[in-house]
């Protein structure tokens, strides 16, 4: 079945550690994107990927770093998590088309740091 | 600047009641608006967008260019309609600015 996938739903860490969010989807996009999202907060935009080996940053700075290898999959590194890294993590994907194509949301990865 | 405003984070009204939740944007360029939803336990997705000019679930936002707006609406609201709303705005080549978000809550 056609779907975005996120892993981990929920991640607890401590403070200095490497974390990788995965995100992949079956549905055949182009484009991904990985939204931040804070509790009672809009959605950010922090990077996003119009293909194979397209990657921009967003709107919102953000210290992690994402690569866009396969079509299918978009995964979001930070190298040394921190308390401020603590937030809500939605990736999402769409059709490249010539207007603004619907997003397909994952279910997010609810990260906390410690 | 590129914003979108939703002034009210929560909107609580009675079965069969009206529902307006209020949208407002800043954009230099031609708007390209839409409303997402995200009901509980489900993830966000595309309720409607304005190019469109479609009713969907009995909602319905109209895009007025002088005041800046695109409200949505539905002239009565139905218990599963509560959700939390968010507004977005098309902004540069393929990217979308989303709003804070209201909650709906529809009480029987």
């Known amino acids: 079945e056609a779907d975005i996938y996120q892993t981990p739903r929920y991640l607890v860490i401590g403070t200095g550690k490497k974390i990788t969010l995965e995100c992949s989807q079956t549905?055949?996009?182009?484009?991904m994107y990985w939204y931040q999202q804070d509790p009672g907060m809009e959605l950010h935009l922090i990077h996003y990927?119009?293909?194979?080996?397209?990657?921009e940053k967003g709107d919102l700075s953000s210290e992690s770093t994402v690569s866009r290898i396969r079509t299918e999959h978009f995964p979001l590194t930070l190298e040394s998590a921190r308390p401020s890294h603590t937030s809500q993590y939605l990736c999402?994907?769409?059709?490249?088309?010539?207007?603004?194509?619907?997003?397909?949301f994952g279910e997010g990865s609810r990260l906390t740091v410690l | 600047a590129q914003r979108v405003t939703q002034p009210e984070k929560l909107l609580s009204v009675f079965k069969g009641a009206p529902v307006e939740l209020k949208c407002n944007y800043s954009y230099s360029g031609s708007p390209e608006l839409f409303w997402y939803v995200q009901y509980s336990r489900q993830r966000l997705q595309l309720l409607l967008r304005h190019i469109s000019r479609e009713s969907i679930k009995g909602f319905t936002a109209d895009l007025n260019k002088g005041e800046t707006s695109f409200h949505l609406k539905k002239p009565f609201a139905q218990e599963e309609d509560s959700a939390m709303y968010y507004c977005a705005l098309k902004t540069g080549f393929q990217k979308l600015v989303f709003g804070t978000g209201t909650r709906l809550l529809v009480s029987p």
């Open positions: 549905m055949g996009h182009d484009k």
């Open positions: 999402a994907s769409s059709e490249f088309s010539g207007g603004m194509g619907e997003l397909f």
């Open positions: 990927s119009y293909g194979v080996n397209s990657t």
